[in-house]
């Protein structure tokens, strides 16, 4: 099962929305909506940022929206903070029951 | 308060065995489907193993598929993973991290204990 694709870096100054499109095939992102998304600081653990496509877990701001649309799932945040700057990951479903990771995007905030 | 600490790394041979703990609590583990995630240094995610709530169903990622095992204890709230074979490559930081709520998504994760496998 191949990474799914992100891009490596995306940028954007406070205020502002910036937007993460994470690329795979029906056999993950398109033929389930089972696509979450990840916040990692350095030497950090991940925290879930976004689960099944569009629901976010308690206690994460709805500066933080995701949608899908055939094999490209998207993360935005709007409303760009200092406290954003960090890197993101997707994950989905893939078919057999494995989950496959994007490959990672740094945020960088200007 | 929810809580996952994973023990258990540290340095070992290529070719050697290592096995990892992940204690759970907070959260009714007996009830949520578990997982290791790793992540070599510098490098992304990688998803290594799951095990359902019961551990009557396990999947491990190709990389690991043959070498390495995932299991539960619900009496004792933990899961391990025992890694076999180990090779260079296998040097990661490796994270617990639990499915409680939905399907498919990793909610609450370790801290991640670091395995550095070297000669």
């Known amino acids: 099962q191949s990474a799914l694709t992100q891009p490596p870096s995306a940028s954007g100054s406070p205020g502002q929305s910036v937007t993460i499109s994470c690329t795979g095939t029906?056999?993950?992102?398109?033929?389930?909506?089972?696509v979450s998304w990840y916040q990692q600081y350095p030497g950090k653990a991940p925290k879930l940022l976004i689960y099944?496509?569009?629901k976010r877990p308690s206690g994460v701001p709805d500066r933080f929206s995701g949608s899908k649309s055939g094999n490209t799932a998207s993360l935005t945040v709007s409303g760009l903070q200092a406290e954003d700057e960090a890197d993101y990951y997707c994950?989905?479903?893939?078919?057999?029951?494995?989950?496959?990771f994007g490959t990672g995007t740094k945020v960088t905030v200007l | 308060q929810i809580q996952v600490v994973e023990s258990g790394g540290g340095v070992v041979q290529p070719g050697r065995s290592l096995r990892l703990s992940c204690a759970a609590a907070?959260?009714?583990?007996?009830?949520?489907?578990m997982n290791w995630v790793r992540q070599a240094p510098g490098k992304g995610l990688e998803w290594v193993a799951l095990?359902?709530?019961?551990?009557?169903?396990?999947n491990h990622a190709d990389s690991v598929k043959g070498r390495f095992t995932i299991s539960r204890d619900n009496s004792k709230n933990t899961l391990s993973l025992q890694m076999d074979n180990l090779r260079a490559d296998d040097t990661a930081v490796y994270y617990c991290?639990?499915?409680?709520?939905?399907?498919?998504?990793?909610?609450?994760w370790g801290q991640g204990t670091l395995v550095t496998i070297s000669s």
């Open positions: 991290a639990s499915n409680t709520v939905g399907d498919w998504n990793l909610d609450y």
């Open positions: 907070g959260f009714i583990f007996s009830r949520s489907a």
């Open positions: 095990i359902s709530y019961d551990g009557s169903n396990k």
């Open positions: 029906s056999s993950d992102v398109g033929g389930y909506n089972y």
């Open positions: 099944e496509v569009s």
């Open positions: 994950s989905s479903y893939a078919v057999n029951n494995k989950y496959v």
